[in-house]
């Protein structure tokens, strides 16, 4: 199973600016002195082989939108969480590989707040004759959401005019829903409205998307019923907003969680590999990449058998599990 | 989970041994709920946490209750003599910035009240 990542950012989309791209310059500028980079071939074997990830790169701005690529899956179908400003880039994808053939698309709504649904309004695909979007979720008021986000005075154009079939897909929680390219249980999860966690299961690999989750530390019972969910899953898209600190004094209540507790959760789940992510707006690409570097510092500290790989999850990202 | 404690004047240092997870967290809880009252009147707590072995997530959060419960009643905690490994989760979970943290236990008494690090050092 493949799984992109279009969109990575909590809450709101962010993006360089020109002050972060002037100062990661001269960096780069002050690394490359004296290399005799004179051709562009040099240069960016210079950068990917001799520059840190956070000047080499960036992880993006745009709010939740992850697609899986299950073995299975029929040439013209698609499988994505969430429909976060990720989506325009994904639809952008997705148009190009069909090539004008009519596409399903299946989405998988963890919520709808608007950082959920905000790319939904420019998902090209949903613009196309022929095409067909399938929207899962649990919330009763999935269909209202999408649909008022395009009423006047937010939107120009209604979402009655929009050229796709659109299907809305009630999916119950704790219940396993079998699809022809793999099965997704939803898991109820604390968030303001509510959330839902997705673990997807396919040819024995599994990933669980879980984003804005709060752990509540002192319910024994609902850590269990998440461990259970997790557990020995390949991989965890976990919402790591917060520092723990934040997450249990000035942000509790806020619906959202950190890296030390997806750190525990799933060393106690026996999962395999860990994926931050709804990365905090406010944090630059030096801070995320210290934020991750300090979560594979307390991994280590705190491993007993299994390892755990943990990685910050970044607009573009690829996982072949 | 076992918390030994020892007082220097107005000042209560507290000594909780083992390890505080999520297992020992609610006995933590109990055991501490009676010493807190001690924070009442303005009176300081040192929490020594030489004995500490680990701390999770949940052992952090109640030492933020305590914190909190303390400021209420006009008291306050201070934390001294973390291990590396301690110090270290500390760090990576940002609760250095909940907490005024001493390398040890006499410059914690010291910050917290003079009469206190003057009666540790008389032994």
Redesign the interface.
Known sequence: MLIRFWGTRGSLPVALTWRDLRDRLARVLVAANGRGLDTVEKAQAFAEQQLGFPLRHTFGGHTSCVELEPPDAEPDEYFVCDMGSGARPFGEHVAARQAGRPATINVFMSHMHWDHIMGFPFFGPAYTHGNRIRIHGCHEALEHAFRRQQEPPSFPVPFSQLSAEVEFVHLAPGQVHRFPAFTVTPQPQHHSGDSYGFRFESHGKSVVYTTDSEHKLDDHSARQKIVEFFYQADLVIFDAMYSLADAVSVKADWGHSSNVVGVELCQAARVRKLALFHHEPANDDDAIERILRETRRLEELTREEQRLEVIAAYDGLEIEL | MRISQRRYADTLVLSPVGRLD?DS?DAFSEALKPLLEEARGGHPIVLDLSALE?V???G??LL?LAGKQARSQGGRIVIAAMRP?VA??F?????T??FEIHPGVREALTAASPQAAAAFDRG
């Open positions: 999520h967290c680990y999770s997530s949940a952090l959060r933020m490994l270290e989760i760090q990576i979970s940002r609760f910035m909940l």
